[in-house]
């Protein structure tokens, strides 16, 4: 079955930087785009970014465009996300999702990790 | 980008009820209109896609309908394990995939 395993996740101070990961098993990693979703603690989903199944199309969302770089690495079926310039407003926990769209993008979510917490803070 | 707006907010339901929550998009999604539920410390789940299609393995008791800007998720038959959150998730443009606020289903 699909497994999606995240970590990387911890506190890390305002400006700074992290790499979360996403290790990938039980299907074809490499004919999938993959989505990160975080969620703000009490809050409600918001979508990061994609990356298609080859990594030559990615999409980010507005608010961490030019300070987050989603890539993959097909040998190893993992999923990357560096973050830098990292804000309060990061502070989430991280979710990698598969798209179901095999060798294009749907655009939609059909499997996901259990996620990793991200907290900016002094 | 484009606005999901879920009403209501929250509902209280107990075991047996009919529960439907609405969609609203800011402009028409056509049907590319997608359904999670989420429960406390969990990932989301997929419910619903393309509007209506029912994801493998999802109960008969969960249905979606609409298309353009409006949507909605019913349940016809409120189960113990059905109380949780509800998102609404927007799929028709790639560059800003956008989420519901969210419809929290609480014992009534």
């Not at chain 1, 080859?54 to 097909?74: E, H, L, P």
């Not at chain 1, 999702?97 to 059909?110: I, M, N, V």
């Amino acid at each position: 079955q699909v497994q999606l395993v995240e970590s990387g996740g911890g506190v890390v101070q305002p400006g700074r930087s992290l790499r979360l990961s996403c290790a990938a098993s039980g299907f074809t990693f490499s004919t999938y785009g993959i989505h990160w979703v975080r969620q703000a603690p009490g809050k409600g989903l918001e979508w990061v970014a994609v990356i298609s199944y080859d990594g030559s199309t990615k999409y980010y969302a507005d608010s961490v465009k030019d300070r987050f770089t989603i890539s993959r690495d097909n040998s190893n079926n993992t999923l990357y996300l560096q973050m830098n310039s990292l804000r309060a407003e990061d502070t989430a926990v991280y979710y990698c999702a598969k798209d179901p769209g095999q060798w294009l993008l749907l655009d939609y979510f059909d499997s996901w990790g259990q996620g990793t917490l991200v907290t900016v803070s002094s | 980008d484009i606005q999901m707006t879920q009403s209501p907010s929250s509902l209280s339901a107990s075991v047996g009820d009919r529960v439907t929550i609405t969609c609203r998009a800011s402009q028409s999604v056509s049907r590319y209109l997608n359904w999670y539920q989420q429960k406390p410390g969990k990932a989301p789940k997929l419910l619903i896609y393309a509007a209506s299609s029912l994801q493998s393995g999802v109960p008969s008791r969960f249905s979606g309908s609409g298309s353009g800007t409006d949507f909605t998720l019913t349940i016809s038959s409120l189960q113990p394990e059905d109380f949780a959150t509800y998102y609404c998730q927007q799929s028709y443009t790639t560059l800003a995939l956008t989420f519901g606020g969210g419809t929290k289903v609480e014992v009534k």
